[in-house]
């Protein structure tokens, strides 16, 4: 039988400790919520990069780093807050100053990028891993949580998806030389764009949001779970024909069929993926304009557990394959 590190979750690590009265959201979400400020809520999170699972071993340092704290502030942008400061715990096989230089080029990249502050860490030798927590702030009660869709609400998504899985794929072919839209690919799962405006901009409208870092299915599966209350169990209807492709994706050689599964089933986009209801349609399309950011209406939300897809005019269950690090696929 496989397992799925969220069993593993729920079965050790959710009843370690009092629950403090400063702790609003505590395990379960894209970060924990503490109210440690009169006007603002804390925002934590925490994500780890192991060589070999999470990047190839001849990945660039610079984009390592760049990955490393870019899917951090994704965490931050999926609760619609502001990414403050984070720590790094580094683990090294050896010190190489060339690899380190071009490591801090990449997180000082980013950090400068979103105005991010390193303020502390770890440094040892061991296999390479990088962990680096993240913090962020909020103005009190306006986190966007997995917890909040209702039925009938429309489900979103930013951007494109299954880039950084067709980056993946390619990846793995080893090809001597990539054309520019394979490089695009390889740039999306390299250098991941986490959506820090748009989920600021849906503090006041989305009532539920997700980082899809796992793939689209796998993770609203999480928003549909949270949203579920006793007898109300919530599914989702998509229409695949509403899925976001990019011109990429679409040019990458891959057949339609594949494409349509990576953008579903494929992880690592780094896109956020909400539900409104429908009244928000006007306000939402005004925060793609000015955010610049492509954001697309894929499907609604509906009081029948499942996510469903529509496929030229037939409904079909589709299962969540999204990754795992313990599960079978
Ligand atoms: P994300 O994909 O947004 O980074 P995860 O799927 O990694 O979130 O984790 C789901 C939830 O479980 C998060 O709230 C996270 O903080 C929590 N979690 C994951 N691993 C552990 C652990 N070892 N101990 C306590 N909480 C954990
Ligand atoms: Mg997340």
Redesign the pocket.
Known sequence: MSES??DI?KTY?THIGESPDWLDTG????A?ILHTHPQEQLLI???TLNAGVHFADDTPPENIAYKALAVNIS?IAAMGGQPTWFTLALSLPEVDHGWLKNFCSGLLEVATKYNLKLIGGDTTRGPLSITIQIAGVIPNGKALCRSGAKPGDDIYVTGTLGDAAAGLILQQQHLKKYNSQQQILIDSLRRPSPRVDVGRALRELATACI?V??GLASDLGHILEASSTGENRLGAELNLTLIPLSESLQQSGLGLDMQNELALQGGDDYELCFTAPPSEQTAIETISQQADCRISKIGTTILEPGLFIIDKGQRKAIMKKGFDHFGAA
């Open positions: 590190e969220f979750i690590f395990i379960g979400d894209d924990a999170s925490i994500d965490d980082d870092s796992d």
